[in-house]
Nanobody, 123 residues
Framework: QGPLVESGGGLLQAGGSLKLSCAASGRMYSSWIVGWFRQPPGKEREFVAGVRWRDGNTYYKDSVKGRFIVSKDSPKQTAYLEMNNLEPEDTAVYYC????????????????WGQGTQVTVSS
């Protein structure tokens, strides 16, 4: 199983919305939790949201609850991160990765990292 592949980043103004995609080169397994992370310029990589492939259950970083929605499309073998009401502080490279540890938030618990997709929010 190769790395996951992110897409959908871009440049937009504050208050806008964007939907990122995360695809597997092979298949997503029911035991996986697909996590979304972001790394702002000059800062550490941080957990944003996770979705369990088996049942679609989700968990989030507190600061994005109510603005971001993580989801999955099993037939398309793709996970999504819908981001609404974006703020300049959301500017970062966004990554997806996988784990089998439900509730994990540390990047060290995840593997199969993609190259990331840049999201830039202007004020």
């Amino acid at each position: 199983q190769g790395p996951l592949v992110e897409s959908g980043g871009g440049l937009l103004q504050a208050g806008g919305s964007l939907k990122l995609s995360c695809a597997a080169s092979g298949r997503m397994y029911s035991s996986w939790i697909v996590g979304w992370f972001r790394q702002p310029p000059g800062k550490e990589r941080e957990f944003v949201a996770g979705v369990r492939w088996r049942d679609g259950n989700t968990y989030y970083k507190d600061s994005v609850k109510g603005r971001f929605i993580v989801s999955k499309d099993s037939p398309k073998q793709t996970a999504y991160l819908e981001m609404n009401n974006l703020e300049p502080e959301d500017t970062a490279v966004y990554y997806c990765a996988k784990t089998t540890d439900w509730g994990a938030r540390s990047p060290q618990a995840f593997s199969s990292w993609g190259q990331g997709t840049q999201v830039t929010v202007s004020s």
